[in-house]
């Protein structure tokens, strides 16, 4: 048996168990979606009493989406007199603060702030953004909400009554969809990817094993939580995957709720998106790092299934990729021969149909999603869309291989706006 040969069979194994676990992940998200879909969830407080909520929203240069995101917070049918919204100008250098003096002006009965902040204080991140707005947060709960977001009316309420209906839940996360998702085919690309992997796979998870990440937006936490854990890690370009793992560490677990619903931009251009998914993956891999110590301990907790996951995605999955590409294109030039032969191409189209397949089933669950167009959509991905995953991963382990050596103070790389026509 040759190298081509075992590096085949390594390809061809880790690729399906990968995708099987998948699978599984998203059997188990179907049932539990397909449940909670049968109710509004509302748990509504058994003495009609509602918390104050704080409603957190970091903005750095946001001014083309900011005022439809606020709007849109102050639509929230939650108790008016119980939630605040703090925007925190986190040193921009557009008319940001021109926006919020004027929505501010419009809506005097509103419990509307905004903070400014300079490059002394502001300009970092998002981690050191929020732990700005908290300083001056009042809630005993507190909700996050990215500047480019239109939630639901019914998100804050339905979030906030499952919080306090369980005294162990430590965080409650919502659904999120794309806004934008008919701006360009990477925008529809996009749109079937949080669909399929970032809420469907959360949903296998909770379903399986009681376990989410906080997504970064259109969730509610404990204020108790942040001010034990001391706020949000400001070298986590994750915030949100650094957060949660801490959330699982104090005993506490985080619960997915499919009702309660916002509306993102996401990246229509390639080069915009590949610089915001680079920055997910090193923020994945600095919390992998820093919680990969915890995998064998008992007391960590479900999350150490997750530093596992992790691990076996940034290795095992990413190598396996690499090697089926390597295998691939050495066919095709000649220069590399499987003697596998009709076995491995049969392998490799069960593979296709099976990932296609599986996409398709979380679709299934979406008003106007399930259609033979995004099937032919999910194919194209596999061959386009899904290869770009590793180029985004190498180049993030080679920046945050780099800014270890030199030493060199992580940056963050905000995910640039557009006004959309629609």
Same mark, same amino acid.
Not at 7 to 20: D, F, G, V
Not at 220 to 248: H, M, N, Q
Not at 358 to 379: H, I, K, P, Q, Y
């Given at each position: 048996?040759?190298?081509?040969?075992?590096?085949?069979?390594?390809?061809?194994?880790?690729?399906?168990?990968?995708?099987? @676990?998948?699978?599984?992940?998203?059997? =188990?998200?179907? $049932?539990?979606?397909? +449940?909670?879909?049968?109710?509004?969830? /509302? !748990?509504?407080?058994?003495?009609?009493?509602?918390?104050?909520?704080?409603?957190?929203?970091?903005?750095?240069?946001?001014?083309?989406?900011?005022?439809?995101?606020?709007?849109?917070?102050?639509?929230?049918?939650?108790?008016?007199?119980?939630?605040?919204?703090?925007?925190?100008?986190?040193?921009?250098?557009?008319?940001?603060?021109?926006?919020?003096?004027?929505?501010?002006?419009?809506?005097?009965?509103?419990?509307?702030?905004?903070?400014?902040?300079?490059?002394?204080?502001?300009?970092?991140?998002?981690?050191?953004?929020?732990?700005?707005?908290?300083?001056?947060?009042?809630?005993?709960?507190?909700?996050?909400?990215?500047?480019?977001?239109?939630?639901?009316?019914?998100?804050?309420?339905?979030?906030?009554?499952? @919080?306090?209906?369980?005294?162990?839940? =430590?965080?409650? $996360?919502?659904?999120? +969809?794309?806004?934008?998702?008919?701006? /360009? !085919?990477?925008?529809?690309?996009?749109?079937?990817?949080?669909?399929?992997?970032?809420?469907?796979?959360?949903?296998?998870?909770?379903?399986?094993?009681?376990?989410?990440?906080?997504?970064?937006?259109?969730?509610?936490?404990?204020?108790?939580?942040?001010?034990?854990?001391?706020?949000?890690?400001?070298?986590?370009?994750?915030?949100?995957?650094?957060?949660?793992?801490?959330?699982?560490?104090?005993?506490?677990?985080?619960?997915?709720?499919?009702?309660?619903?916002?509306?993102?931009?996401?990246?229509?251009?390639?080069?915009?998106?590949?610089?915001?998914?680079?920055?997910?993956?090193?923020?994945?891999?600095?919390?992998?790092?820093?919680?990969?110590?915890?995998?064998?301990?008992?007391?960590?907790?479900?999350?150490? @299934?997750?530093?596992?996951?992790?691990?076996?995605?940034?290795?095992?999955?990413?190598?396996?990729?690499?090697?089926?590409?390597? !295998?691939?294109?050495?066919?095709?030039?000649?220069?590399?021969?499987?003697?596998?032969?009709?076995?491995?191409?049969?392998?490799?189209?069960?593979?296709?149909?099976?990932?296609?397949?599986?996409?398709?089933?979380?679709?299934?669950?979406?008003?106007?999603?399930?259609?033979?167009?995004?099937?032919?959509?999910?194919?194209?991905?596999?061959?386009?869309?899904?290869?770009?995953?590793?180029?985004?991963?190498?180049?993030?382990?080679?920046?945050?291989?780099?800014?270890?050596?030199?030493?060199?103070?992580?940056?963050?790389?905000?995910?640039?706006?557009?006004?959309?026509?629609?």
């Amino acid at each position: 048996m040759s190298a081509a040969d075992i590096i085949s069979i390594y390809a061809i194994a880790a690729i399906w168990a990968m995708m099987l @676990l998948n699978v599984a992940l998203s059997v =188990g998200g179907y $049932i539990y979606i397909y +449940r909670c879909n049968k109710t509004d969830g /509302s !748990i509504p407080p058994s003495n009609g009493e509602y918390p104050m909520v704080s409603v957190l929203v970091p903005a750095h240069n946001e001014a083309l989406v900011l005022q439809r995101t606020v709007q849109a917070l102050l639509n929230f049918d939650y108790p008016k007199d119980r939630y605040e919204i703090i925007v925190v100008n986190d040193n921009s250098s557009d008319n940001t603060e021109d926006i919020m003096a004027e929505m501010a002006r419009a809506n005097p009965a509103s419990r509307l702030m905004c903070i400014s902040t300079d490059k002394a204080v502001g300009g970092t991140g998002k981690s050191n953004a929020l732990n700005i707005g908290f300083s001056v947060a009042k809630g005993t709960v507190i909700a996050i909400y990215d500047a480019d977001n239109t939630p639901e009316p019914k998100a804050l309420r339905l979030l906030v009554e499952n @919080l306090i209906s369980d005294d162990k839940l =430590g965080a409650v $996360i919502g659904k999120f +969809r794309t806004r934008n998702r008919n701006a /360009s !085919i990477l925008s529809r690309f996009v749109n079937i990817e949080t669909l399929s992997h970032q809420c469907m796979n959360q949903a296998g998870r909770y379903f399986f094993f009681k376990l989410c990440t906080i997504p970064g937006t259109n969730y509610v936490i404990r204020r108790s939580i942040i001010e034990e854990v001391g706020g949000w890690d400001v070298k986590a370009l994750s915030e949100d995957t650094e957060i949660s793992f801490r959330i699982y560490r104090m005993g506490y677990y985080i619960k997915l709720l499919p009702q309660a619903v916002t509306w993102e931009q996401e990246p229509h251009l390639l080069p915009i998106w590949f610089k915001q998914r680079v920055r997910w993956a090193k923020g994945n891999i600095y919390v992998m790092i820093k919680n990969f110590k915890y995998t064998f301990d008992r007391k960590a907790g479900p999350m150490r @299934l997750d530093t596992l996951y992790y691990a076996l995605v940034y290795s095992v999955m990413l190598t396996s990729l690499i090697a089926s590409d390597i !295998i691939f294109l050495g066919g095709i030039l000649g220069q590399i021969q499987v003697k596998l032969g009709g076995f491995s191409s049969a392998l490799w189209g069960m593979a296709i149909l099976v990932f296609i397949a599986d996409v398709m089933l979380t679709l299934s669950l979406e008003r106007n999603e399930f259609t033979l167009e995004s099937m032919g959509l999910v194919a194209l991905m596999l061959f386009t869309y899904a290869k770009l995953w590793v180029l985004v991963v190498v180049k993030a382990a080679w920046d945050s291989t780099m800014d270890t050596l030199l030493r060199r103070e992580v940056k963050w790389d905000k995910t640039v706006r557009y006004v959309e026509t629609q």
